[in-house]
């Protein structure tokens, strides 16, 4: 029997569970899958739980209802990688042995990596909502907070869904327009980044919408510490801004046993090839998601069109053929811009996000780098198609390839 | 692109002022560069600039954090070298690509 072993069953490993089970013969080939958490979350929904438009079970399902009979699911925590042995130890002292492995861990915040930010002000007058915890936290805050300097910062790049703290400024802007205190409250967004984004148009287009939304923003901050004391952030060239409430991305990392296991860089991230998405240095090891370090978004969507690679190139080299599926770093995020309305962006490696229409040239029915009502819906439809369809590996009608069509140059 | 004199010699740089080809780099390029952004280049800022353009040119990627850890220079004193915005700012004057902060 040969081995296939899944490190991380979140989105990635979640679609590569469901695709390999249904064309890998199971008298040949076992799967196995893990994971130290039973719950998979909906990540992107996080977003919505601050402002109280999802709750707090809204974006939780158990993982076992995803992952398809003939796979074998562990619960527990991957210690370590000896990528040479090619052998996987838990937590538990269980070892794996594998011949091909996919590693689906993704990113997650490290709060503790900037000092001052879990002090007593944590989950107090601080939050993130990058964790289901902090949102849900926030949510309990926001209720009674009657305003104030609210700050929104990004402590290091690269982050996941570079587009959510944006969705979250304007979100926010919408959630005190509708509570009546918008006048009592200044929203900042501040960045490392130079501007509100990194590439020039969707920065112009979403820089513009923070100005008419009257979200101030402070570019080029970057962030070393917080003084819970005077609640204020201290940027490294000695800027300061003062808060009452604080919403942060804290520092994104990959995970531990990347570290334990020394198999990345500095942030935890897996050296991996941006086109074949195998690891840059073992043959038997792919990478998927958030956890590789390829120069595209961390994202769900990126990880759903890269999946369609990995299926293709994992099971040429099954085969010992070479790998010729070439992923282009394709990402198309929705961006929720408040009252009821969103934008859209498309681009990959080569080609920044550009204006016109998706998926279809001159219909859409999606603007791309437009605010309009149809692309809101877009977001929240994607809830749905996320549990139903995305997870369960099948086939959505996008093409895991960028296209030029409908883009305006 | 377009073109510019450093130090007698003409290069060719990208729209924000980068160099296009690392290989025009010279220190007196460096230090014409440097003026641009107002700095007054001196051994501690070469020093910086010199790990920077060998890092880049053996294909890796740099961050602010990863200089603040690489025992070159902390990150504190990165930024007062270089102020506001340390990583542009130094591989501009060291003639590399605009860092790529990925999207
Ligand atoms: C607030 C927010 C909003 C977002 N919005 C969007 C959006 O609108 N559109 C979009 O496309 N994307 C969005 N995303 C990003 C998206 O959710 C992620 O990019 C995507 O889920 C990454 O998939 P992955 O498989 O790489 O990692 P994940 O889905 O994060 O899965 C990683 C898994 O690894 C497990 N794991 C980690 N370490 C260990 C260990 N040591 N042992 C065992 N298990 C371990 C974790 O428990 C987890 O289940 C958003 C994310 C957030 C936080």
């Given at each position: 029997m040969k081995k296939i072993v899944i490190l991380g069953a979140g989105t990635g490993g979640t679609i590569m569970a469901n695709k390999l089970r249904k064309v890998l013969d199971k008298e040949e080939w076992s799967i196995t899958i893990v994971d130290r958490d039973p719950n998979h979350y909906y990540q992107p929904g996080f977003l919505f739980i601050?402002?109280?438009?999802?709750?707090?079970?809204?974006?939780?399902?158990?993982?076992?209802?995803?992952?398809?009979?003939?796979?074998?699911?562990?619960?527990?925590?991957?210690?370590?990688?000896?990528?040479?042995?090619?052998?996987?130890?838990?937590?538990?002292?269980?070892?794996?042995?594998?011949?091909?492995?996919?590693?689906?861990?993704?990113?997650?915040?490290?709060?503790?990596?900037?000092?001052?930010?879990?002090?007593?002000?944590?989950?107090?007058?601080?939050?993130?909502?990058?964790?289901?915890?902090?949102?849900?936290?926030?949510?309990?805050?926001?209720?009674?907070?009657?305003?104030?300097?609210?700050?929104?910062?990004?402590?290091?790049?690269?982050?996941?869904?570079?587009?959510?703290?944006?969705?979250?400024?304007?979100?926010?802007?919408?959630?005190?327009?509708?509570?009546?205190?918008?006048?009592?409250?200044?929203?900042?967004?501040?960045?490392?980044?130079?501007?509100?984004?990194?590439?020039?148009?969707?920065?112009?287009?979403?820089?513009?919408?923070?100005?008419?939304?009257?979200?101030?923003?402070?570019?080029?901050?970057?962030?070393?510490?917080?003084?819970?004391?005077?609640?204020?952030?201290?940027?490294?060239?000695?800027?300061?801004?003062?808060?009452?409430?604080?919403?942060?991305?804290?520092?994104?990392?990959?995970?531990?046993?990347?570290?334990?296991?020394?198999?990345?860089?500095?942030?935890?991230?897996?050296?991996?090839?941006?086109?074949?998405?195998?690891?840059?240095?073992?043959?038997?090891?792919?990478?998927?998601g958030d956890a590789s370090n390829i120069p595209t978004s961390k994202a769900g969507s990126v990880v759903h069109f890269a999946s369609d690679i990995v299926f293709e190139n994992l099971m040429s080299a099954i085969e010992g053929r070479p790998l010729l599926a070439k992923f282009d770093g394709h990402s198309n995020c929705y961006i929720e811009t408040g009252f009821g309305k969103g934008s859209l962006i498309d681009f990959n490696y080569e080609t920044e996000p550009l204006p016109g229409t998706y998926p279809l040239p001159g219909v859409g029915p999606f603007g791309l780098l437009k605010n309009t009502r149809i692309n809101h819906y877009g977001k929240v439809m994607f809830r749905w198609i996320y549990w139903h369809l995305l997870l369960k590996g099948k086939e959505l009608p996008l093409e895991s390839q960028m296209t030029m069509a409908g883009k305006e140059l | 692109m377009a073109e510019k004199t450093y130090a007698g010699k003409s290069v060719n740089v990208t729209e924000d002022g980068y160099l296009t080809n690392p290989d025009d780099w010279t220190k007196e390029v460096a230090v014409e560069i440097a003026k641009e952004e107002g700095i007054e280049l001196n051994e501690k800022h070469l020093t910086v600039i010199e790990f920077i353009r060998d890092k880049i040119l053996k294909g890796e990627t740099l961050t602010i954090r990863s200089i603040g850890k690489s025992g070159i220079i902390d990150t504190k004193g990165f930024y007062d070298l270089f102020p506001g915005a340390p990583l542009k700012k130094a591989s501009k004057i060291a003639g590399v690509a605009k860092p790529a902060s990925c999207v």
């Open positions: 601050p402002f109280g438009i999802y709750n707090k079970y809204d974006v939780v399902k158990p993982k076992a209802s995803f992952i398809p009979s003939g796979v074998k699911f562990i619960v527990n925590s991957i210690n370590h990688v000896d990528a040479e042995k090619n052998v996987v130890s838990l937590a538990n002292g269980q070892t794996l042995e594998y011949d091909f492995l996919i590693v689906a861990t993704g990113t997650h915040i490290k709060p503790d990596e900037t000092p001052g930010l879990t002090g007593k002000e944590w989950y107090k007058s601080i939050f993130d909502f990058y964790s289901h915890q902090g949102a849900v936290a926030l949510q309990n805050f926001l209720k009674t907070w009657e305003g104030g300097n609210m700050v929104i910062n990004i402590a290091e790049i690269p982050y996941k869904c570079p587009v959510a703290p944006l969705e979250f400024a304007f979100l926010a802007d919408e959630f005190f327009v509708k509570k009546g205190i918008r006048d009592k409250v200044n929203i900042y967004f501040s960045t490392p980044l130079s501007g509100a984004f990194t590439k020039p148009k969707a920065t112009k287009m979403l820089g513009e919408l923070l100005k008419e939304k009257n979200i101030n923003i402070i570019p080029d901050f970057y962030l070393e510490r917080v003084d819970d004391e005077n609640k204020k952030l201290i940027s490294y060239d000695g800027r300061e801004i003062p808060f009452d409430l604080l919403t942060i991305i804290p520092v994104n990392m990959g995970a531990d046993w990347v570290a334990r296991s020394s198999m990345g860089d500095d942030l935890n991230y897996i050296a991996t090839d941006r086109y074949t998405l195998r690891s840059e240095k073992w043959e038997n090891i792919f990478v998927l | -």
